[in-house]
């Protein structure tokens, strides 16, 4: 499968050869004729079931309203095929070992339903631009906990040489400069019972921001700070929290701070990253799992295996629909099938496995990244002993009002205690806000104090 990809790359290749054009200028050069602006294939495959990349969503499509849930660009898409237990082995090589261990485990319900392949991710202009800048500038610090050199607002290494660039990509990938979201979470028992936690997220990208940007400015090693509070239930409603996640962790560990309601005073928290259990989670994912993957790379050797095509969430518009009820999504052991879109699209697929001496819950991770806009779409991940125990998948669409890709939902499913978790429900609430300006002193400590209040 792999070799016959890579021959069918080659013969792609062979028009700009013939002309005289230096090959590794045509190849390696993003938002040239083979490439799109952030390094993904513009061609689509020999089966034509993947289409070529077209510049994605160029604009709100018609029956959007801004400050509304985003309407589907194609509500006129059918399901193609549905993948189940049953005949998952025909389709074994464009699924993930997670996604067949969820097959197997739920048989009689869980299923994947396959629509035409819609290559929807798309940026502005100026993010093009910094990435092709970005192209020429940005180095791997491979000193102490690493980090990256010379980058600018986006994905730094468009055409990755190892592991831990494609990592890269995926935790500076541009998501925006200041976003306000509603974030929802249910922990699902093996019962099917869940309470939903709510809190409202505050986020600043610092290093999304264009150079000479006051919030550029003020924290330079700053990859985002995250400010939230929570609002239900009422046992956790007035808690809060910021984070402040430095892109170079060697001399400026990651920073954060909590508020007590009932102590009514802000403290320093102690450094929690990696393998700590995250919040709220019941211990359904670690708080290096949020945004499917985040912080410094340092614990793992990563290992760039290649590309292949994968069945990914994507284009999750109808799951994201304003009139759905959390119970319309939240099922007993897993979302509800009906309401998710996969598609077939090419992912990097990245192997990371922990260094000696170093302590995770997790012995290997392997993530598939979407070609075209460096967002894990899929996690598995492996225990100590080397078994498969999580999968987890983010349900991605282009908030075209933007334009970015990023997702609405991510699923954490633990196949030992079958439960799962379900986190980005935002349904009756309101969408991601987004703006192109955040004030540096919003994200203080004393600040939290305040909104908090």
């Excluded at 016959?4 to 054009?21: E, Q, R, S, V, W």
């Excluded at 600018?152 to 976003?179: D, K, Q, T, Y």
């Amino acid at each position: 499968m792999r070799y016959m990809y890579l021959l069918i790359f080659l013969l792609t290749l062979l028009p700009a050869l013939a002309m005289g054009d230096n090959p590794s200028t045509a190849v390696d050069q993003p938002g040239g004729p083979l490439l799109t602006p952030v390094g993904a294939e513009r061609a689509g495959n020999a089966a034509a079931t993947i289409p070529p990349w077209k510049g994605g969503i160029t604009e709100p499509p018609a029956g959007y309203v801004p400050g509304e849930q985003h309407v589907d660009p194609w509500p006129e898409d059918g399901v193609l095929y549905t993948i189940t237990a049953d005949n998952m082995a025909d389709y074994a090589d464009q699924l993930s070992p997670g996604q067949q261990a969820l097959l197997r485990a739920y048989p009689n319900s869980w299923r994947i339903q396959v629509y035409p392949t819609r290559r929807s991710a798309s940026y502005p202009e100026w993010v093009y631009q910094a990435i092709e800048d970005n192209v020429r500038n940005a180095t791997v610090l491979r000193e102490g906990k690493g980090g990256v050199a010379g980058a600018n607002v986006s994905s730094p290494f468009p055409v990755p040489a190892s592991g831990v660039e494609a990592v890269w990509n995926h935790n500076l990938r541009w998501r925006g400069i200041r976003v306000h979201r509603s974030f929802g979470q249910a922990a699902v028992t093996d019962r099917g019972q869940y309470t939903i936690t709510l809190s409202l997220q505050d986020f600043a990208f610092p290093y999304a921001a264009p150079p000479g940007d006051e919030l550029r400015e003020k924290f330079p090693n700053l990859l985002l700070a995250l400010k939230s509070k929570q609002i239900q239930p009422g046992l956790l409603s007035g808690d809060g929290s910021l984070v402040l996640e430095p892109i170079d962790q060697t001399d400026a560990p990651r920073k954060s701070w909590t508020y007590s309601r009932n102590l009514r005073r802000i403290l320093r928290a102690p450094y929690i990253a990696n393998a700590y259990p995250a919040t709220n989670t019941d211990n359904l994912r670690t708080v290096d799992e949020f945004d499917m993957f985040n912080g410094s790379p340092e614990e793992y050797d990563w290992q760039l295996k290649g590309k292949q095509e994968l069945y990914i969430p994507y284009n999750a518009y109808r799951i994201h629909a304003q009139d759905l009820d959390y119970d319309d999504i939240v099922g007993k052991q897993h979302i509800n099938p009906e309401l998710a879109r996969y598609e077939l699209h090419r992912v990097w697929v990245v192997e990371g496995t922990l260094k000696p001496g170093m302590k995770h819950i997790y012995g290997r991770r392997v993530f598939y990244i979407d070609e075209d806009s460096w967002q894990i779409a899929v996690a598995d991940n492996y225990d100590l002993e080397g078994n498969l125990w999580r999968t987890s998948e983010a349900h991605v669409l282009n908030y075209y009002e933007v334009p970015v890709q990023w997702s609405t939902l991510e699923v954490y499913y633990d196949l030992d205690k079958q439960r799962y978790l379900v986190a980005g429900l935002d349904n009756s609430r309101n969408p991601y806000q987004f703006s192109d300006t955040a004030d540096p002193r919003e994200f203080s400590p004393n600040a939290l104090n305040y909104y908090i209040r």
